[in-house]
């Protein structure tokens, strides 16, 4: 059974910077594009960024562009996002997401079949 595991939120301070993983475990990883959304409080959820199943594609949202950067293992089945520069608008729940392709990603997140529960990020002084 597929699943992904998300790890590495916590509170940093404004201007700091996080890398948050994910463990994706079923024998499924290696062929997916993987990804990240985020769920801000009391907004829906977004697109981050995803990376194609062999890493050589990177997609990013605009608000994020330039500050995050994703990459992936596929012998240790992980995704990591390197988070700099973080503000207070970062401050989310990001879920690590899976699907057949990249294309998936930009078409709402009601086309992900691979959700992970979540970690959360805090940017706060």
């Known amino acids: 059974q597929a699943q992904l595991v998300e790890s590495g939120g916590e509170l940093v301070q404004p201007g700091g910077s996080l890398r948050l993983s994910c463990k994706a475990s079923?024998?499924?990883?290696?062929?997916?594009?993987m990804g990240w959304f985020r769920q801000a409080p009391g907004k829906e959820r977004e697109f981050v960024s995803a990376?194609?199943?062999?890493?050589?594609?990177?997609f990013y949202s605009p608000s994020v562009r330039g500050r995050f950067t994703i990459s992936r293992d596929n012998p240790k089945n992980t995704i990591d996002l390197q988070m700099n520069s973080l503000k207070s608008e970062d401050t989310a729940v990001y879920y690590c997401?899976?699907?057949?392709?990249?294309?998936?990603?930009?078409?709402?997140?009601?086309?992900?079949?691979?959700w992970g529960q979540g970690t959360r990020v805090t940017v706060s002084e």
């Open positions: 990376i194609s199943w062999d890493g050589g594609s990177t």
């Open positions: 997401a899976a699907a057949g392709s990249t294309t998936a990603f930009f078409e709402g997140f009601y086309g992900i079949p691979y």
């Open positions: 079923g024998g499924f990883f290696s062929s997916h594009a």
